[in-house]
Nanobody, 127 residues
């Protein structure tokens, strides 16, 4: 298992940007596919973005495609989510998640596939 700690959330105006970070510890980071999810009040946790081991394979929810970018730095055991052109509907608690995998390019996009979760960081976008 791996321990995950998110940071970088906050309050931003619509159209603004934030960069979330997720620092991992406990196991070999490059053996994990990583993902970002979010959960708004009263709603289920939903997929945002995912990235494979090497960082070359990524996948996004349609709602964030073209605005958000997921990346990772395996030397720093960190995954990032760059969020641009933020909208009020992006307001949620954002969680990073890790999935141990033997498949280099594989990514995952459902909640149940992930093994480890961070505590979440709040992102609030004002209109």
């Amino acid at each position: 298992q791996v321990q995950l700690v998110e940071s970088g959330g906050g309050l931003v105006q619509a159209g603004g940007s934030l960069r979330l970070s997720c620092a991992a510890s406990g196991r070999t980071f490059h053996s994990f596919a990583m993902g970002w999810f979010r959960q708004a009040p009263g709603k289920e946790r939903e997929f945002v973005a995912a990235i494979g081991w090497s960082g070359s394979s990524t996948y996004y929810a349609d709602s964030v495609k073209g605005r958000f970018t997921i990346s990772r730095d395996n030397a720093k055991n960190t995954v990032y989510l760059q969020m641009n052109s933020l909208k009020p509907e992006d307001t949620a608690v954002y969680y990073c998640a890790a999935k141990f995998t033997d498949y280099l390019g594989r990514y995952y996009y459902t909640v149940n596939e992930y093994d480890s979760w961070g505590q979440g960081t709040q992102v609030t976008v004002s209109s």
